[in-house]
């Protein structure tokens, strides 16, 4: 038998305990031993709820047994969870996590302690909820170079914008919906700025370069500027806008982002709708793969988390190897990143004249629900030539937004 314990009986920790407790006789079968939950870290009390006869309020009574193997960390931020992932490690504990934002902060700290302890950190979860995706580039592709990681990471925007396109809402109407689903956070910063999703393709690009990718140095932009008008512009051109991660490797070095992009119709990512999260993955041999599936939620999540435990248990008593090191990785400026943009103008013909004299290569495109201005599809531009570009139109006209396409021909 193995024991374990939970750090955190929120949506996720909750959702682990079920997922145990539930499925316990495969779990049994296919760890080769039982899984029991030994304690539940929480400051709350459950009174109604049978977790409150494993419940402490103390991660001493956790650190201090012995008998604990397997400590999962469910709780949400950074410092704290640091503090007692790191006890836990330095214990001699397997350790596994859902927490994104603390293995972007402290992931190859942790996974030295890890080594040097010979347990394991662990932390499936902490990208695409219950995609396997992690697991894949650590084992599956390890004789791959990987060229690109590209994802929808986030259930929350990808739902909003769903819903934009499908039925013709605001943004913030839909916001206020998927709140009251539980899809998005009271305080849902995180995830319409992009930073959730930052920090996602930052773990992705440290598994699939073996350095360290600093979530902080990454061009991250949210979709909290998109209006119904842009989704009637990509109508107009056959696409969608979707909220991606993307991570290159070329032959000048890494370069990432996270922003909207306009995706066409026949893009791998463009019928990824509601709260689902895809990751599309292309290595130099194995070509291209997608990975699909339920991104965020208590079941899904979990189901990720306790497939970690499992791995725990067949590996008590050895250190599983992630090809991640602490040395820096350094990310392109993405001054040099080449793209395609789709820049709206208020105006009419004088206007659309100076910005084609301008974008020279450009197309202009109009839509019957917004008479008073156009839109211009540039040709490929750099980002630092793009911004330039609209920084001049800006002078003499009022540029409305922009939404950045492939650079594709």
């Given at each position: 038998?193995?024991?374990?314990?939970?750090?955190?009986?929120?949506?996720?920790?909750s959702?682990?305990?079920?997922?145990?407790?539930k499925?316990?006789?495969?779990?049994?079968?296919?760890?080769?031993?039982?899984?029991?939950v030994k304690?539940?870290l929480?400051l709350?009390e459950f009174p109604?709820h049978e977790?409150?006869?494993?419940?402490?309020h103390n991660?001493?009574?956790?650190?201090n047994?012995?008998?604990?193997?397997?400590?999962?960390?469910?709780m949400g931020?950074?410092?704290?969870?640091y503090?007692f992932?790191k006890?836990?490690l330095?214990k001699?504990?397997?350790v596994?996590?859902?927490?994104?934002?603390?293995v972007?902060?402290k992931?190859?700290?942790?996974?030295?302690?890890?080594?040097?302890?010979n347990?394991n950190?662990?932390?499936?979860a902490?990208?695409?909820?219950?995609?396997p995706?992690?697991?894949?580039?650590?084992?599956s592709?390890?004789?791959?170079?990987?060229?690109e990681?590209m994802?929808?990471l986030?259930?929350?925007t990808?739902?909003i914008?769903t819903?934009?396109?499908?039925?013709?809402?605001?943004f913030?109407?839909?916001?206020?919906?998927?709140?009251?689903?539980?899809?998005?956070?009271?305080d849902?910063?995180?995830?319409v700025?992009?930073?959730?999703a930052c920090r996602k393709?930052?773990?992705?690009?440290?598994?699939?370069?073996?350095?360290?990718?600093?979530?902080?140095e990454i061009?991250?932009?949210?979709?909290?500027?998109i209006t119904?008008?842009d989704?009637?512009y990509a109508?107009k051109?056959?696409?969608?806008?979707?909220?991606?991660?993307v991570?290159k490797?070329?032959?000048?070095?890494?370069?990432a982002?996270v922003?909207?992009?306009?995706l066409?119709k026949?893009?791998?990512?463009?019928?990824?709708?509601g709260?689902?999260?895809?990751i599309?993955v292309?290595?130099?041999m194995?070509g291209?793969l997608?990975f699909?599936g339920r991104g965020?939620?208590?079941?899904?999540t979990?189901?990720?988390?306790?497939?970690d435990?499992?791995a725990?248990?067949r590996?008590?008593?050895?250190?599983?190897?992630?090809d991640?090191?602490?040395?820096?990785m350094e990310?392109l400026?993405?001054?040099?990143?080449e793209v395609?943009?789709l820049?709206r103008?208020?105006?009419?013909e004088?206007?659309?004249?100076?910005a084609?004299?301008?974008?020279k290569?450009?197309?202009?495109i109009?839509?019957?629900e917004a008479?008073?201005?156009?839109?211009?599809?540039?040709?490929?531009?750099?980002?630092?030539?793009?911004?330039?570009k609209?920084?001049?139109?800006?002078?003499?006209?009022e540029?409305r937004?922009?939404?950045r396409?492939e650079a594709s021909?």
């Amino acid at each position: 038998m193995v024991n374990i314990a939970i750090l955190g009986f929120g949506t996720v920790g909750s959702g682990v305990y079920e997922v145990v407790t539930k499925n316990n006789e495969v779990i049994t079968r296919k760890a080769g031993m039982e899984i029991n939950v030994k304690y539940v870290l929480d400051l709350r009390e459950f009174p109604e709820h049978e977790v409150n006869k494993v419940l402490t309020h103390n991660i001493d009574d956790i650190l201090n047994d012995d008998s604990v193997q397997v400590v999962v960390e469910v709780m949400g931020g950074v410092d704290v969870p640091y503090q007692f992932v790191k006890g836990a490690l330095e214990k001699g504990k397997h350790v596994v996590t859902s927490n994104k934002a603390l293995v972007a902060a402290k992931g190859p700290e942790l996974l030295h302690i890890a080594k040097q302890k010979n347990v394991n950190f662990l932390f499936e979860a902490s990208v695409g909820g219950g995609i396997p995706i992690l697991r894949s580039m650590n084992r599956s592709l390890t004789a791959d170079v990987i060229l690109e990681v590209m994802g929808i990471l986030n259930g929350t925007t990808n739902y909003i914008l769903t819903e934009m396109t499908e039925n013709d809402l605001a943004f913030d109407d839909v916001l206020k919906t998927a709140q009251e689903l539980g899809y998005a956070e009271k305080d849902p910063t995180a995830d319409v700025e992009g930073y959730d999703a930052c920090r996602k393709i930052a773990i992705l690009s440290s598994l699939a370069y073996g350095k360290t990718a600093n979530f902080e140095e990454i061009l991250t932009e949210g979709i909290t500027k998109i209006t119904k008008t842009d989704i009637c512009y990509a109508k107009k051109c056959k696409s969608v806008i979707k909220l991606v991660g993307v991570s290159k490797n070329s032959p000048e070095g890494i370069s990432a982002f996270v922003a909207p992009m306009l995706l066409p119709k026949n893009h791998p990512l463009s019928n990824v709708n509601g709260s689902f999260n895809a990751i599309f993955v292309k290595g130099n041999m194995v070509g291209d793969l997608m990975f699909y599936g339920r991104g965020a939620g208590s079941l899904p999540t979990a189901s990720a988390v306790v497939s970690d435990v499992i791995a725990a248990a067949r590996h008590k008593h050895l250190h599983v190897d992630v090809d991640w090191t602490a040395e820096k990785m350094e990310i392109l400026s993405n001054d040099h990143m080449e793209v395609k943009a789709l820049v709206r103008i208020a105006g009419g013909e004088a206007e659309q004249k100076k910005a084609l004299a301008l974008f020279k290569n450009g197309e202009i495109i109009t839509i019957n629900e917004a008479k008073d201005e156009f839109a211009v599809i540039t040709g490929i531009e750099t980002e630092k030539t793009l911004s330039e570009k609209i920084e001049q139109l800006s002078k003499d006209m009022e540029v409305r937004n922009r939404i950045r396409m492939e650079a594709s021909e």
